[in-house]
C-alpha cells in the first residue's frame, strides 16, 4: 500500500529554518516525480518545489535558493530544506507523489508557522 507520511513542521521565528520530511512507503522509487506543495489560510495549494526520478528538480520563483528538495532512495524519504524563512512561508505543506501506476498520493500536511 502507497503512503506518504511528513514529518517535521514546526514554529520558527523569520530567518530560521525547518527540514520536511516525507517518508514513502511502497518505495520512493515507484515515484515518476515526487512534490512539495503548500496551502496557506483562505488560499489554494501550490505547488513550491519539485523533483523527478533522476533529479532534475523545479522550484516556484518565491523560494529559489533559499528552499532546497532532495530524495533518498534508500530511505525512501523525501526531504525540503527550508532556510532564510519568511512570515509568508507559514502554510500546511503537503508532500506528494507521482506514481507509476498513474495515480498521484497525498500525504496528510504538516504545519510550518514562520513568526516571531
Known amino acids: 500500500q502507497v503512503q506518504l507520511v511528513e514529518s517535521g513542521g514546526g514554529l520558527v521565528q523569520p530567518g530560521g529554518s525547518l527540514r520536511l520530511s516525507c517518508a514513502a512507503s511502497?518505495?520512493?522509487?515507484?515515484?515518476?516525480?515526487m512534490n512539495w506543495y503548500r496551502q496557506a489560510p483562505g488560499k489554494q495549494r501550490d505547488l513550491v518545489a519539485a523533483?523527478?526520478?533522476?533529479?532534475?528538480?523545479y522550484y516556484v520563483d518565491s523560494v529559489k535558493g533559499r528552499f532546497t528538495i532532495s530524495r533518498d532512495n534508500a530511505r525512501n524519504t523525501l526531504y525540503l530544506q527550508m532556510n532564510s524563512l519568511k512570515p509568508e512561508d507559514t502554510a500546511v505543506y503537503y508532500c506528494?507523489?507521482?506514481?507509476?501506476?498513474?495515480?498521484?498520493?497525498w500525504g496528510q500536511g504538516t504545519q510550518v508557522t514562520v513568526s516571531s
Open positions: 506528494n507523489g507521482n506514481h507509476h501506476n498513474g495515480y498521484d498520493y
Open positions: 511502497g518505495g520512493i522509487f515507484s515515484f515518476v516525480a
Open positions: 523533483i523527478t526520478s533522476v533529479g532534475v528538480t
